[in-house]
Protein backbone atom coordinates (compact mmCIF):
# COMPACT_ATOMS: atom_id res chain seq x y z
CA UNK A 1 0.00 0.00 0.00
CA UNK A 2 1.52 3.47 -1.15
CA UNK A 3 0.25 6.23 0.57
CA UNK A 4 0.98 10.04 -1.22
CA UNK A 5 1.56 13.29 0.88
CA UNK A 6 0.14 16.17 0.10
CA UNK A 7 2.78 18.70 -1.30
CA UNK A 8 1.79 22.09 1.02
CA UNK A 9 1.79 19.12 4.19
CA UNK A 10 2.37 21.95 6.89
CA UNK A 11 -0.86 23.38 5.67
CA UNK A 12 -3.36 20.79 7.56
CA UNK A 13 -1.71 20.68 10.42
CA UNK A 14 -1.07 24.29 11.04
CA UNK A 15 -5.30 25.38 10.25
CA UNK A 16 -5.92 22.11 12.87
CA UNK A 17 -3.95 24.11 15.41
CA UNK A 18 -5.17 27.68 14.64
CA UNK A 19 -9.02 26.02 14.41
CA UNK A 20 -8.88 23.81 17.40
CA UNK A 21 -11.43 21.89 16.06
CA UNK A 22 -11.44 19.14 18.94
CA UNK A 23 -12.55 22.26 21.08
CA UNK A 24 -16.03 22.03 19.91
CA UNK A 25 -16.92 18.63 20.61
CA UNK A 26 -16.63 18.46 24.57
CA UNK A 27 -18.27 22.47 24.58
CA UNK A 28 -21.36 21.48 22.49
CA UNK A 29 -22.64 18.65 25.15
CA UNK A 30 -21.66 20.51 28.34
CA UNK A 31 -23.72 24.00 26.60
CA UNK A 32 -26.87 21.55 25.94
CA UNK A 33 -26.58 20.13 29.64
CA UNK A 34 -26.49 23.72 30.94
CA UNK A 35 -29.76 24.52 28.41
CA UNK A 36 -31.48 21.56 30.18
CA UNK A 37 -31.05 22.18 33.18
CA UNK A 38 -32.25 26.14 32.78
CA UNK A 39 -35.06 27.49 33.78
CA UNK A 40 -37.98 26.96 31.39
CA UNK A 41 -36.80 29.35 28.60
CA UNK A 42 -38.74 27.41 25.32
CA UNK A 43 -36.78 30.07 23.23
CA UNK A 44 -33.47 29.10 24.61
CA UNK A 45 -34.22 25.20 24.50
CA UNK A 46 -35.27 25.17 21.50
CA UNK A 47 -32.00 27.16 19.76
CA UNK A 48 -29.86 24.43 22.16
CA UNK A 49 -31.73 21.22 20.74
CA UNK A 50 -31.67 22.77 17.22
CA UNK A 51 -27.54 22.94 17.50
CA UNK A 52 -27.59 19.67 18.74
CA UNK A 53 -29.74 18.57 16.31
CA UNK A 54 -27.17 20.18 13.44
CA UNK A 55 -24.62 18.75 14.49
CA UNK A 56 -25.79 15.59 14.99
CA UNK A 57 -26.80 15.46 10.87
CA UNK A 58 -23.54 16.93 9.70
CA UNK A 59 -22.10 13.40 11.09
CA UNK A 60 -24.15 11.97 8.43
CA UNK A 61 -23.63 14.24 5.59
CA UNK A 62 -20.05 15.74 5.61
CA UNK A 63 -17.98 12.30 5.24
CA UNK A 64 -20.74 12.67 1.29
CA UNK A 65 -18.43 15.23 0.33
CA UNK A 66 -16.11 12.92 -0.27
CA UNK A 67 -17.64 11.36 -2.98
CA UNK A 68 -18.04 14.81 -4.55
CA UNK A 69 -14.42 15.47 -4.20
CA UNK A 70 -13.88 11.87 -5.71
CA UNK A 71 -15.71 13.31 -8.74
CA UNK A 72 -14.30 16.14 -9.46
CA UNK A 73 -11.07 14.66 -8.94
CA UNK A 74 -10.29 14.71 -12.69
CA UNK A 75 -9.89 18.58 -12.57
CA UNK A 76 -8.33 21.10 -10.05
CA UNK A 77 -11.28 21.48 -8.05
CA UNK A 78 -10.16 18.13 -5.57
CA UNK A 79 -10.09 20.80 -2.34
CA UNK A 80 -13.40 21.96 -3.23
CA UNK A 81 -15.29 19.70 -0.50
CA UNK A 82 -12.42 21.54 1.62
CA UNK A 83 -14.05 25.36 0.67
CA UNK A 84 -17.34 23.68 1.50
CA UNK A 85 -16.73 22.62 4.96
CA UNK A 86 -14.87 26.14 5.42
CA UNK A 87 -18.45 27.79 4.00
CA UNK A 88 -19.90 26.04 6.33
CA UNK A 89 -18.09 26.36 9.38
CA UNK A 90 -18.47 30.20 8.66
CA UNK A 91 -21.96 30.20 8.83
CA UNK A 92 -22.19 27.68 12.03
CA UNK A 93 -20.09 30.84 13.45
CA UNK A 94 -22.05 33.34 12.37
CA UNK A 95 -25.12 31.68 13.42
CA UNK A 96 -23.52 31.30 17.20
CA UNK A 97 -22.67 34.45 17.50
CA UNK A 98 -26.15 36.23 16.79
CA UNK A 99 -28.73 33.22 17.75
CA UNK A 100 -27.21 31.49 20.82
CA UNK A 101 -26.82 32.88 24.64
CA UNK A 102 -24.81 32.27 27.36
CA UNK A 103 -25.81 29.13 28.96
CA UNK A 104 -23.70 29.33 32.45
CA UNK A 105 -24.62 30.82 35.37
CA UNK A 106 -23.40 34.29 36.27
CA UNK A 107 -22.96 32.63 40.09
CA UNK A 108 -20.38 29.92 38.57
CA UNK A 109 -18.73 31.67 36.12
CA UNK A 110 -15.14 32.22 36.15
CA UNK A 111 -13.26 35.21 35.88
CA UNK A 112 -10.61 34.68 32.72
CA UNK A 113 -7.31 34.35 34.08
CA UNK A 114 -3.52 33.19 32.45
CA UNK A 115 -3.18 31.40 35.49
CA UNK A 116 -6.71 28.92 34.74
CA UNK A 117 -5.43 28.46 31.11
CA UNK A 118 -2.41 26.32 32.80
CA UNK A 119 -3.33 22.43 31.67
CA UNK A 120 -0.97 21.17 34.29
CA UNK A 121 -3.13 22.86 37.03
CA UNK A 122 -6.44 22.42 35.05
CA UNK A 123 -5.36 18.38 35.66
CA UNK A 124 -4.34 18.37 39.05
CA UNK A 125 -7.56 20.85 40.05
CA UNK A 126 -9.95 17.59 38.69
CA UNK A 127 -7.56 15.10 40.01
CA UNK A 128 -8.51 15.79 43.16
CA UNK A 129 -12.20 14.59 42.76
CA UNK A 130 -13.60 11.60 43.89
CA UNK A 131 -12.76 8.70 41.34
CA UNK A 132 -11.87 10.77 38.39
CA UNK A 133 -8.02 9.67 38.18
CA UNK A 134 -9.80 6.50 37.10
CA UNK A 135 -12.76 6.98 34.44
CA UNK A 136 -9.57 9.86 32.80
CA UNK A 137 -7.26 6.66 32.44
CA UNK A 138 -10.64 4.49 31.38
CA UNK A 139 -11.54 7.47 29.08
CA UNK A 140 -7.79 8.26 27.56
CA UNK A 141 -7.88 4.15 26.86
CA UNK A 142 -10.98 4.31 25.41
CA UNK A 143 -10.02 7.44 23.11
CA UNK A 144 -6.72 6.31 21.53
CA UNK A 145 -8.60 2.78 20.75
CA UNK A 146 -11.38 3.86 19.19
CA UNK A 147 -9.88 6.75 17.03
CA UNK A 148 -8.55 3.77 14.92
CA UNK A 149 -11.00 4.65 13.05
CA UNK A 150 -10.28 8.07 11.62
CA UNK A 151 -6.51 6.95 11.63
CA UNK A 152 -6.81 4.16 9.20
CA UNK A 153 -10.54 3.95 8.20
CA UNK A 154 -9.38 4.83 4.15
CA UNK A 155 -5.76 3.10 4.33
CA UNK A 156 -7.62 0.09 5.82
CA UNK A 157 -10.59 -0.07 3.73
CA UNK A 158 -8.54 0.71 0.26
CA UNK A 159 -6.23 -1.59 1.02
CA UNK A 160 -8.33 -4.29 2.72
CA UNK A 161 -11.58 -4.08 0.10
CA UNK A 162 -9.76 -2.21 -2.88
CA UNK A 163 -12.42 0.91 -1.69
CA UNK A 164 -12.81 4.02 -4.21
CA UNK A 165 -13.05 7.66 -2.18
CA UNK A 166 -16.30 7.45 -2.89
CA UNK A 167 -16.81 3.82 -1.45
CA UNK A 168 -15.01 5.31 1.72
CA UNK A 169 -17.17 8.23 1.60
CA UNK A 170 -20.76 6.37 1.26
CA UNK A 171 -19.02 4.38 4.34
CA UNK A 172 -18.38 6.69 6.44
CA UNK A 173 -22.24 8.22 5.44
CA UNK A 174 -23.63 5.42 6.72
CA UNK A 175 -21.89 5.21 9.71
CA UNK A 176 -22.86 9.07 9.99
CA UNK A 177 -26.82 8.05 9.77
CA UNK A 178 -26.31 5.38 12.34
CA UNK A 179 -23.67 7.48 14.82
CA UNK A 180 -26.95 10.14 14.73
CA UNK A 181 -29.73 7.62 15.53
CA UNK A 182 -28.14 5.96 18.00
CA UNK A 183 -27.11 9.57 20.08
CA UNK A 184 -30.53 11.19 19.11
CA UNK A 185 -32.29 7.90 20.13
CA UNK A 186 -30.97 5.09 21.95
CA UNK A 187 -28.52 7.03 24.55
CA UNK A 188 -31.10 8.46 27.36
CA UNK A 189 -33.61 5.20 27.13
CA UNK A 190 -30.44 3.11 27.59
CA UNK A 191 -29.13 4.61 30.68
CA UNK A 192 -32.77 4.78 32.10
CA UNK A 193 -33.18 1.41 31.62
CA UNK A 194 -30.04 -0.20 32.65
CA UNK A 195 -28.11 2.99 34.31
CA UNK A 196 -24.81 4.98 33.17
CA UNK A 197 -22.68 2.03 34.56
CA UNK A 198 -23.91 -0.86 32.59
CA UNK A 199 -23.92 1.08 29.51
CA UNK A 200 -20.79 2.51 29.93
CA UNK A 201 -20.18 -1.83 30.16
CA UNK A 202 -22.66 -2.55 27.30
CA UNK A 203 -21.01 0.06 24.45
CA UNK A 204 -17.39 -0.89 25.66
CA UNK A 205 -18.42 -4.44 24.87
CA UNK A 206 -20.01 -3.78 22.01
CA UNK A 207 -16.75 -1.74 20.50
CA UNK A 208 -14.50 -4.92 21.14
CA UNK A 209 -16.94 -6.81 19.32
CA UNK A 210 -17.38 -4.62 16.59
CA UNK A 211 -13.33 -4.20 16.16
CA UNK A 212 -12.68 -8.06 16.19
CA UNK A 213 -15.28 -8.72 13.21
CA UNK A 214 -13.61 -5.56 11.09
CA UNK A 215 -10.47 -7.05 11.77
CA UNK A 216 -11.08 -10.48 10.57
CA UNK A 217 -14.11 -9.79 7.51
CA UNK A 218 -12.77 -9.89 3.78
CA UNK A 219 -15.91 -8.77 2.32
CA UNK A 220 -16.36 -5.03 1.99
CA UNK A 221 -20.32 -5.32 1.84
CA UNK A 222 -20.17 -7.49 5.12
CA UNK A 223 -18.45 -4.56 6.65
CA UNK A 224 -21.26 -2.12 5.41
CA UNK A 225 -23.72 -4.62 6.93
CA UNK A 226 -21.45 -4.25 10.16
CA UNK A 227 -21.90 -0.83 10.23
CA UNK A 228 -25.05 -0.08 12.72
CA UNK A 229 -22.98 -2.85 15.23
CA UNK A 230 -19.87 -0.61 15.17
CA UNK A 231 -21.73 2.74 15.44
CA UNK A 232 -23.71 1.14 18.32
CA UNK A 233 -20.45 1.05 20.60
CA UNK A 234 -20.34 5.11 20.84
CA UNK A 235 -23.19 4.40 23.61
CA UNK A 236 -20.83 4.24 26.11
CA UNK A 237 -19.01 7.65 26.06
CA UNK A 238 -21.65 9.70 26.83
CA UNK A 239 -22.60 7.65 29.86
CA UNK A 240 -18.92 7.40 30.83
CA UNK A 241 -18.73 11.18 30.29
CA UNK A 242 -21.84 11.78 32.47
CA UNK A 243 -20.48 9.90 35.32
CA UNK A 244 -18.00 11.77 35.25
CA UNK A 245 -19.88 15.09 35.23
CA UNK A 246 -21.83 13.60 37.99
CA UNK A 247 -18.19 14.27 40.18
CA UNK A 248 -17.78 17.98 39.55
CA UNK A 249 -19.33 20.18 40.52
CA UNK A 250 -20.87 23.74 38.68
CA UNK A 251 -18.10 25.93 38.68
CA UNK A 252 -15.33 23.01 37.35
CA UNK A 253 -17.63 21.85 34.36
CA UNK A 254 -15.49 23.54 32.30
CA UNK A 255 -12.61 22.55 33.66
CA UNK A 256 -13.99 18.93 33.17
CA UNK A 257 -14.20 19.23 29.84
CA UNK A 258 -11.36 20.57 28.81
CA UNK A 259 -9.55 17.93 30.28
CA UNK A 260 -11.62 15.67 28.09
CA UNK A 261 -10.52 17.83 25.09
CA UNK A 262 -7.16 17.16 25.98
CA UNK A 263 -7.37 13.41 26.63
CA UNK A 264 -8.80 13.44 23.11
CA UNK A 265 -6.13 15.36 21.67
CA UNK A 266 -3.60 13.23 23.45
CA UNK A 267 -5.14 9.86 21.76
CA UNK A 268 -5.20 11.96 18.20
CA UNK A 269 -1.81 12.29 18.45
CA UNK A 270 -0.80 8.40 19.63
CA UNK A 271 -3.07 6.21 17.68
CA UNK A 272 -2.32 7.85 14.24
CA UNK A 273 1.26 7.27 14.66
CA UNK A 274 0.99 3.65 16.32
CA UNK A 275 -1.86 2.58 14.19
CA UNK A 276 -0.53 3.66 10.87
CA UNK A 277 2.87 1.87 12.04
CA UNK A 278 0.79 -1.04 12.45
CA UNK A 279 -0.92 -1.06 9.57
CA UNK A 280 2.15 -0.77 7.22
CA UNK A 281 4.00 -3.65 8.71
CA UNK A 282 0.55 -6.15 8.45
CA UNK A 283 -0.13 -5.19 5.21
CA UNK A 284 3.26 -5.37 3.81
CA UNK A 285 2.85 -7.98 0.78
CA UNK A 286 6.56 -9.69 1.62
CA UNK A 287 6.06 -9.83 5.14
CA UNK A 288 5.42 -13.16 7.16
CA UNK A 289 2.33 -12.02 8.39
CA UNK A 290 -0.97 -10.52 5.67
CA UNK A 291 -3.40 -9.31 7.86
CA UNK A 292 -4.49 -5.58 7.49
CA UNK A 293 -6.65 -5.99 10.47
CA UNK A 294 -4.29 -5.82 13.14
CA UNK A 295 -5.00 -2.47 14.34
CA UNK A 296 -8.45 -3.26 14.60
CA UNK A 297 -7.63 -5.93 17.22
CA UNK A 298 -4.34 -3.97 18.76
CA UNK A 299 -7.52 -1.61 19.58
CA UNK A 300 -9.67 -4.38 21.14
CA UNK A 301 -6.74 -5.51 23.28
CA UNK A 302 -6.82 -1.43 24.54
CA UNK A 303 -10.20 -1.55 24.85
CA UNK A 304 -10.37 -4.73 26.88
CA UNK A 305 -7.90 -3.29 29.56
CA UNK A 306 -9.78 -0.18 29.75
CA UNK A 307 -12.83 -2.49 30.79
CA UNK A 308 -10.87 -4.17 33.20
CA UNK A 309 -9.91 -0.84 34.92
CA UNK A 310 -13.20 0.43 34.77
CA UNK A 311 -14.61 -2.72 36.43
CA UNK A 312 -11.90 -3.07 38.93
CA UNK A 313 -11.16 0.21 39.90
CA UNK A 314 -14.09 2.17 39.28
CA UNK A 315 -15.98 3.44 42.45
CA UNK A 316 -17.99 0.44 43.39
CA UNK A 317 -20.86 3.67 44.53
CA UNK A 318 -21.18 4.35 40.90
CA UNK A 319 -22.75 0.70 40.13
CA UNK A 320 -26.37 1.64 41.02
CA UNK A 321 -25.93 5.02 38.44
Keep these: MKVTAPVNLPVPFTSNFLLGEESLIPTL ?94 FGAIARFDGLNVFLMVFLLYSISTAVYAAIWPYFTAERFSWSPGMI ?15 GVLVQPTINLIGRYNTVLFGFGVE ?30 PALTALMSDQVDESNQGSLQGVIASLTAVSMIITPLSMTWILSQFSNQNSEIYFPGAPFIASAVMLTISVCIFLFWAPKKFINR
Excluded at 51 to 57: K, R, T
Excluded at 208 to 236: H, R
Design 169 to 183: GLSLTVYGICFAFIQ
Design 29 to 122: PLYIRNIALMPPEPSVKVSALALASLYIIALAAVPSLNIISESLSAGDLRSSSVFAAAVVSALNAIACYFFLQESLNNKVQKRFSLTNINPFRT
Design 208 to 237: IVAMILIAIITNGWFLIALTPLASLGVIGQ
